[in-house]
């Protein structure tokens, strides 16, 4: 689960996941997320609005909107084979001074695998590696200078259980955090690999995770705005140099021929290529 330290706000952005076993294997995608989550807040004037939280076991989207008067809030969130989007804007108009609008958009995903030793392979653990690339855009208009009280920021996440390597990344954008080391402004854009042994035969959870907020109050002389259109990508490729399969989406199943109570013994495969 995602926490944020900051107060709700509004964005947009978009986190794809596909993950491909190569060259050893064919592609798998996330079919049937063991969890799914989305949540998604609009407020239009200082806290009245739309707030709700959704689980799911498969895609999953939420979204809403609020007006008052020229005042607007909207956030929607999505899970689905593709990965996690959100995105949240917000607008607040000179004729409301002293109002402010706030948005704030969630999703997560939780999808369990196995590693699964082809004929010959004898060790304990395989080598998994996670090529990633993020980018996207944060934006306060009609200026970061001219709206002092308009913040947004950006958290997204992606990694396995039991791997140390993992992608994080947090940013805001406002007047009061251009000395903070995660303040950007505009285009963000990172990409890297992970890596890292994992167990064998052995249940894991690949977790991602992506939270976008922002809220702006206007005074009598000017309407500001805040968006995060993240309209890029969180995305990445798995694969494995060892002689093994992924097996995505696992539902619990003791097979007859399974004496044992090890991990990695009572799982059947949703999703083998």
Do not use: K
Request: with cysteine; net charge neutral; glycine share 10%.
């Amino acid at each position: 689960m995602l926490h944020f330290i900051y107060r709700p706000a509004s964005l947009a952005f978009v986190l794809v996941a596909a993950v491909l076993v190569a060259p050893l294997s064919a592609a798998a995608q996330f079919l049937n997320p063991l969890s799914t989550n989305v949540g998604i807040d609009a407020s239009a004037v200082n806290g009245s609005g739309v707030s709700r939280n959704s689980n799911g076991n498969g895609p999953i989207a939420d979204a809403a909107s609020e007006l008052f008067g020229l005042n607007t809030a909207d956030a929607s969130a999505s899970v689905d084979a593709f990965g996690l989007h959100a995105a949240s804007v917000v607008h607040g108009d000179s004729t409301n001074p002293g109002y402010t609008p706030t948005a704030r958009s969630f999703a997560s995903l939780v999808n369990p695998f196995i590693i699964v030793p082809r004929a010959g392979f004898t060790g304990t653990q395989a080598l998994l590696r996670i090529p990633y690339s993020f980018g996207g855009n944060l934006n306060i208009y009609p200026s970061l200078a001219a709206c002092a009280t308009c913040f947004g920021a950006v958290q997204a996440s992606v990694g396995v259980d039991g791997m140390a390597d993992q992608f994080y990344f947090l940013g805001a954008s406002s007047q009061g955090t251009m000395s903070n080391p995660t303040f950007f402004a505009g285009g963000v854009s990172r990409s890297g690999i992970l890596e890292g042994l994992v167990p064998v035969n052995t249940e894991l959870y690949l977790r991602a995770g992506l939270l976008t907020q922002v809220h702006c109050q206007s005074d009598t002389s000017m309407s500001c705005g805040t968006e995060a259109l993240f309209g890029g990508t969180l995305s990445y490729l798995g694969f494995s140099p060892d002689a093994v399969d992924l097996v995505w989406g696992l539902t619990r199943w003791r097979s007859p021929r399974c004496r044992s109570r090890r991990r990695g013994c009572c799982w059947s495969p949703g999703s083998r290529r």
